[in-house]
């Protein structure tokens, strides 16, 4: 199964190249989400990287180097595109997500295929860190809302 962070680059692309205010606020929504579990994967388990750099064959340089363009670089546009994240779109872009990863892994949620294998516990964590993230987008970025500015908070 193709990573979802490949169809968030993709979407990213078909909601620049359209204007499409909808997918800019899904993939936003999913570009925040992504991040943190992905960097949340680092966290939970040290060698994670390293694996999924042997599992690609590539260096651990060359794995960072397109790690930062494929989950850090999105959130540049996601910031750009958070005002067209709606309730309505961060709960759809959530429902996608995990529509994704239960089919991705026919309903264990645990992406071990896909990425590199860890254990369940592991992966439903980072489900809840990529859900909780996804979800708040639709309050403002969640970046500005660890530091009370939201656009709910405008003007304070």
Not at 53 to 74: D, I, Y
Not at 80 to 104: D, I
Not at 132 to 155: F, I, Y
Request: charge should be positive; hydrophobic fraction near 55%; charged fraction near 15%.
């Amino acid at each position: 199964m193709i990573p979802f962070t490949y169809i968030n680059l993709l979407s990213m692309l078909a909601a620049q190249t359209t204007g499409s205010v909808g997918l800019r606020g899904l993939t936003a929504s999913w570009a925040a989400g992504i991040a943190a579990s992905f960097y949340a994967a680092r966290a939970m388990d040290a060698t994670c990287f390293d694996r999924m750099a042997e599992k690609h064959g590539v260096s651990q340089r060359t794995f960072a180097v397109f790690n930062a363009l494929a989950h850090l670089a999105p959130l540049l546009l996601a910031a750009r595109w958070q005002r067209h994240v709606t309730a309505r779109r961060a709960a759809l872009a959530l429902a996608l997500h995990l529509a994704w990863g239960a089919a991705a892994s026919r309903g264990t949620l645990a992406l071990d295929g896909v990425y590199v294998p860890m254990p369940r516990r592991t992966w439903l964590l980072l489900w809840t860190v990529a859900s909780m993230v996804e979800g708040m987008t639709a309050l403002g970025d969640p970046v500005l809302l660890c530091h009370g500015r939201s656009k709910h908070h405008v003007g304070r």
